[in-house]
Each structure stands twice: as C-alpha cells, then as structure tokens.
C-alpha cells in the first residue's frame, strides 16, 4: 500500500530561522509527492510538487522540497520562516495503484503543526 | 478567477438524517475530489469524479454518495448520518484526474 508518513506533530521555530518539515514516502514505482499548506477553518492551500526531475522543487511562499530517493523523503524546507508561515502542513502521495479508475485522488500524511514565534 | 467554491460552510445535523453538500470547480476543470478530514487527521478520499464519470472511489459506506452535474460541479450525499460523520469535507477540482488538486475552504459537518 502506499503512504507518507509525517514523523512530527509539531515543529517550532523563531522567526528568521530556517524550517525543515519532514516526509517519508511508500510508493511502488514513481513517486508524485506533494505537499500542502492548511490555515485554521480554511482548506488546504497547493504548495508543491514532485513528478520527474530535479530533486529540488521550489513553490509558492518562497518554501522547497528535496526530494532524495534514497532515503525516500520529501522534506519542505524554507531558508527563513516568518509568523505567518504558522499553519498545518500536509505531505500526500498520489494513489497511483487505485486503477479501479481514478489516478488522481491523494494519500495524505497526518499533518504536521508549523509554530513560528516572533 | 474564483477558486473553488463549497456550500455550506457550516451544517449541523441530527443523528440519522440526510445532507447534501455542494461543490462548484474552478473554471475549466473537469474532475472534483471529496474529501472528509476528521479533526486531528489528514484528509480521506472519498470520491473523484471526471467528466460526469465515477474514477474512484475510498473505503467509505454505501451511505455516503455523490454525482457530477454538466457543469462539472458537484454533490456529495450521506444518508442515515452518524456522530462519526462530523468532519470537515473539502472538495478539490483539477483540470484533469491527475494533476495536482485545488481546494475548497470545506463545509464543516457537526452530527448531533
């Protein structure tokens, strides 16, 4: 079965200083690995993918993604955090075995808590 | 462009009822995902729908169902509702089934 597994619940971090949250994946084949930001009473908001190429993704907000294959990660990284950066991440691998039809719904890890203090 | 909408935003229901929830895509996009994320979880696969079509379907009971319209949009329906049905369902649309999913903001359920 495929997975993604968020070792974390919750990550702190001043303000200013870089943030690493991080994934591990299960997959059999390719990957095609995401992850996704969540605000408080509001859905969840694309970040990134990984699909083929360069194991560094970059994505919105100014946040990346290492993708390394041998350690089957997908760590989000970003150089410097801001408060506002305070949310729920999600690391989701695509379902590419459900060929009961569907390639496209997502496996989603449990959530990790971002906590940056000024 | 307007992203994806859900409506309601908010629902409270009792034990054994029906609800129906609905979604609208964002222009253009052809298949709409359901999700249910439980507090303190990751969201669930539901459902996936392209072009009218069911593509995929999670581990849920047959009381939970969905359709999509013409316009793509679409409903989730869940009969005989239970206290473990009170969720966050977040609907996600893609141009096609398997690029990457935009969500909506979620109608939040609580089953009393």
């Known amino acids: 079965a495929q997975s993604v597994a968020q070792p974390e619940d919750q990550v702190n971090v001043a303000e200013g200083n870089p943030l690493t949250v991080k994934c591990t994946y299960s997959?059999?084949?390719?990957?095609?690995l995401f992850w996704y930001v969540q605000y408080p009473n509001r859905g969840l908001q694309f970040l990134l993918k990984?699909?083929?190429?360069?194991?560094l993704v970059k994505g919105s907000y100014g946040f990346e993604a290492e993708f390394n294959k041998s350690q089957t990660s997908f760590h989000l990284k970003k150089p410097s955090a801001l408060v506002s950066d305070s949310a729920l991440y999600f690391c989701?691998?695509?379902?590419?075995?459900?060929?009961?039809?569907?390639?496209?719904?997502?496996?989603f890890g449990k959530g990790t808590k971002l906590s940056v203090k000024p | 462009d307007a992203g994806v909408t859900q409506s309601p935003t908010h629902l409270i229901k009792t034990r054994g009822q029906q609800v129906t929830l609905r979604c609208s895509p964002i222009?253009?996009?052809?298949?709409v995902s359901w999700y249910q994320q439980v507090l303190g979880q990751g969201p669930q696969f539901i459902f996936q729908?392209?072009?009218?079509?069911?593509?995929g379907r999670g581990n849920f009971p047959d009381r939970f169902s969905a359709r999509q319209f013409p316009n793509y949009s679409s409903e989730l329906n869940v009969n005989a509702l239970l206290l473990g049905d009170s969720a966050l369902y977040l609907c996600?649309?893609?141009?096609?089934?398997?690029?990457?999913?935009?969500f909506g903001p979620g109608t939040r359920l609580t089953v009393t």
């Open positions: 996600a649309s893609s141009l096609e089934g398997w690029n990457e999913q935009y």
């Open positions: 997959v059999s084949g390719n990957p095609y």
């Open positions: 990984y699909i083929t190429g360069d194991n």
């Open positions: 989701a691998v695509r379902d590419i075995l459900n060929y009961g039809g569907s390639q496209g719904n997502l496996i």
């Open positions: 222009s253009g996009h052809k298949s």
């Open positions: 729908y392209y072009e009218k079509e069911e593509r």
